[in-house]
């Protein structure tokens, strides 16, 4: 199969040569001639190409050569390594193939290229670079690139990448319609929109293409300078390459290459039944010699005139390698020549040189340094090239990328970008994206997809308190205590301090209740002892008025505690303070009842209720009743005391501050201890409420008491289904509401009497009208 850019490699080989020839330091008063085979990319016409070179021109024998003169010392070949294989032990320089390197079943091969070991990784890197994470492989099938296929799915896997597809390609010639078909519906069917392509330059793929040169495929294609993508004239199926991407080895260009292009024409090597099918190929015409006219070449032709993409890149490429193969032989050729004694150890008997003792290097004319060790092969260099084709069936190389191969090396020192816009042809600005699932935007995590590869996921939203502020996150991550997520779960934000303030409307409104309402209880404590000796204030027991009131007066004011910035004073202070001042309340209306029950005893003859008539004995069981809640009080003070708290879970987007009651089986027994003298009231006091009413407020005592447990036993399940700062507020309300209860119910129809009706308020009155 006739390939223009294979020719260039010839004419590299040609250079070389007449460049030795030419310098006097480098093999002095010898010239090298060479000869060129064809080797058509077959195993059995590279091996007839190799028994012609051994056994001469005329008919091949093996093991014999009828040549005397003009015997080859070195065979250089092996463009790829299948033809490496084909030609076996024959081969002295060649292309790099690891699969080759063994000194003992090649112990004549050289291998020129530099290791293209770093070839994987290098893809890779151009992978991550894109972020395309699902690529498709497309390979020959043969050794050297299944060893390539391992490489690459082990690098891929290391960083993330998954596989679409792996598509192995036949070498044969032969093409079978079915497997076509599979081959092009799998690409089709394929949401991968990059496809690594690697292997034989002459492989089905471009074969299978030509069969539909109408068959358009969108996709952008990875490989390497080896693999032809060259434009065909009349073929338009290599727009299908439009935009592929190409590893090419960096090389150095060769001096004078270009003038020495322009000296060749088939007159001046007539004997060059090459370049006359280079020559018609490369011009269109057909060369006759010493003739010109429609449809003849021009003798004035010249090479560098071919508006051909290789002429200037892929030229510096393969070529590059045959050239600098020539100039490694020329100057083992020398040293051997400079050292008469080693060259005997160095030749053997047929004149073909088996091996170098020393190393050799030395410098190109293109200033490259060569060193020729096969313990120091060194990692290749790449040019990334983008292959652009025009409509007026013209394309061009573009060079994109430098990538230096070394697996210590990160992207951004290896890549250097150019424009994105030259490098994808068909495609928008943008690069185009191959994946397996859409971008997982922020606020999303990744979940895997049951028995597919790890680049399909489902996008899931963050859970709750967490975010992800970046795309395609593995994981949320979880807001620190003091933040909490935004709508979008991308950001955390601060959360806001809060607690019930004086500021705000609501606790502004408690504390002016609770202040007008303490302020109320004082001015009915001054209304009784402004009245004390009036009938209706010593009939229900003075002194124990006085100590409702003035307990009322202070539970008023306790919930001024629940209010404000929570400090240790506050949070030791409220509930204790709550507890005692209330249970003082309730136990004098507990005494209250005891004496109204008394006070109706006491009026029977030969009643002993008289002597409990004193003041000693009610205040005697506020005492009592008072200590016990002290010291329960105390007990949770000891053990477990409240403390102040900042409570980040209970409000998403605020820092409540507030008191941790520290152990709440002690809250409750105060509460509880507080409803049982509640209960104890109010049932002492139903039961005497028929009582006669010149000594009875048993009545308004059983109302304020109903008042009182209604407030509190509502207000247990109303505390516990509150969080933050309306639990102090619900608590402050319950304080009110119910002390506010006890002072309505108890005081203030005595305060309408002895204010607004004096005239009730004397004895008689109170036995007459029944107060």
Not at 218 to 237: E, F, L, Q
Not at 410 to 416: K, L, R, T, Y
Not at 446 to 453: D, V, Y
Not at 554 to 564: A, K, T
Request: aromatic share 12%.
């Amino acid at each position: 199969m006739w390939q223009l850019k294979h020719y260039y490699q010839v004419l590299a080989f040609m250079f070389a040569i007449e460049e030795i020839n030419r310098n006097p330091n480098l093999l002095p008063n010898i010239s090298l001639g060479f000869h060129v085979y064809n080797a058509y990319h077959n195993d059995e016409r590279a091996l007839e190409s190799s028994l012609m070179w051994l056994s001469g021109q005329g008919q091949t024998i093996p093991n014999y050569s009828c040549e005397r003169q003009r015997k080859s010392v070195v065979v250089i070949g092996g463009a790829t390594s299948e033809m490496t294989f084909s030609m076996g032990t024959l081969l002295d320089y060649g292309r790099f193939d690891p699969l080759i390197s063994d000194p003992l079943q090649f112990p004549s091969v050289y291998q020129m290229a530099p290791s293209d070991t770093s070839l994987p990784l290098g893809m890779v890197r151009l992978m991550l670079h894109f972020k395309w994470t699902w690529v498709g492989l497309v390979v020959s099938d043969d050794s050297r690139d299944e060893k390539f296929l391992r490489d690459l799915q082990e690098e891929m896997a290391r960083n993330d990448v998954c596989v679409a597809f792996i598509e192995k390609i036949s070498t044969s010639y032969s093409l079978n319609a079915k497997l076509y078909q599979t081959f092009i519906f799998r690409i089709f069917r394929s949401t991968a929109n990059v496809l690594v392509i690697y292997g034989d330059t002459n492989s089905l793929l471009s074969l299978m293409f030509t069969k539909n040169p109408y068959v358009l495929v969108r996709r952008v294609w990875i490989t390497t300078s080896h693999w032809d993508v060259a434009k065909k004239p009349g073929y338009i199926y290599f727009d299908n390459f439009h935009g592929a991407l190409i590893f090419s080895d960096q090389t150095s260009r060769i001096p004078e290459f270009k003038h020495f292009l322009k000296t060749v024409n088939p007159a001046r090597y007539p004997e060059d039944i090459f370049l006359k099918n280079f020559w018609n190929s490369g011009f269109g015409c057909v060369y006759k010699h010493g003739k010109e006219g429609e449809g003849i070449c021009s003798l004035n032709a010249s090479l560098d005139t071919i508006q051909l993409s290789y002429l200037d890149i892929t030229m510096s490429d393969q070529s590059y390698t045959v050239y600098t193969a020539v100039y490694a032989v020329a100057w083992a050729l020398h040293e051997m020549f400079l050292v008469r004694s080693e060259m005997e150890s160095n030749v053997d008997r047929n004149n073909r040189i088996v091996s170098l003792h020393k190393n050799i290097q030395f410098n190109t004319n293109a200033g490259k340094l060569v060193v020729l060790d096969k313990k120091r092969k060194s990692l290749a260099n790449y040019d990334i090239l983008n292959y652009v084709t025009f409509t007026n069936d013209t394309e061009v190389l573009i060079k994109i990328f430098s990538y230096v191969g070394s697996f210590c090396k990160e992207i951004d020192a290896n890549f250097v970008r150019m424009t994105v816009s030259k490098a994808f042809g068909y495609f928008l600005v943008q690069p185009p994206q191959s994946r397996c699932s859409k971008v997982c935007g922020p606020g999303f995590q990744k979940k895997a997809q049951e028995g597919r590869p790890f680049c399909c996921f489902n996008c899931d939203p963050c859970p709750e308190r967490h975010i992800s502020n970046q795309t395609d996150a593995d994981q949320c991550v979880k807001c620190p205590e003091d933040q909490y997520p935004n709508h979008q779960r991308n950001q955390c934000l601060p959360k806001m301090v809060t607690f019930l303030d004086y500021e705000e409307p609501l606790g502004m409104a408690l504390a002016s209740i609770a202040v007008c309402l303490s302020l109320l209880t004082a001015l009915v404590l001054w209304v009784f002892v402004r009245y004390k000796n009036t009938p209706i204030v010593r009939a229900n027991n003075r002194d124990l008025s006085y100590i409702l009131l003035i307990s009322l007066f202070f539970c008023f004011l306790c919930s001024l505690l629940f209010i404000g910035h929570p400090t240790a004073a506050h949070c030791l202070l409220r509930q204790t303070t709550f507890g005692v001042m209330f249970t003082v309340a309730v136990s004098t209306i507990l005494a209250k009842t005891i004496i109204v029950i008394l006070a109706f005893r006491a009026t029977r003859p030969g009643s002993r209720s008289r002597k409990w008539m004193g003041s000693r004995a009610p205040i005697s069981v506020v005492l009592f009743c008072t200590l016990i809640q002290g010291m329960l009080c105390g007990v949770w003070l000891l053990l477990s005391p409240p403390f102040p708290e900042a409570d980040t879970h209970s409000d998403h987007e605020h820092i409540i501050l507030g008191c941790n009651e520290g152990s709440l089986i002690a809250f409750y027994f105060v509460l509880s201890y507080m409803g049982v003298l509640a209960l104890a009231s109010f049932a002492v006091a139903f039961f005497v409420r028929n009582l006669p009413d010149t000594f009875n407020e048993a009545k308004y005592i059983t109302f304020s008491m109903l008042v009182f447990c209604s407030v509190w036993v509502s207000f247990l399940p109303t505390y516990q289904s509150t969080k933050g700062k309306m639990m102090a507020a619900v608590e402050i309300f319950s304080i009110l509401s119910s002390s506010t209860g006890l002072l309505a119910c108890i005081f203030i129809p005595k305060c309408y009497v002895i204010l607004l009706q004096p005239h009730r308020n004397i004895k008689k009155s109170l036995k007459d009208n029944k107060c």
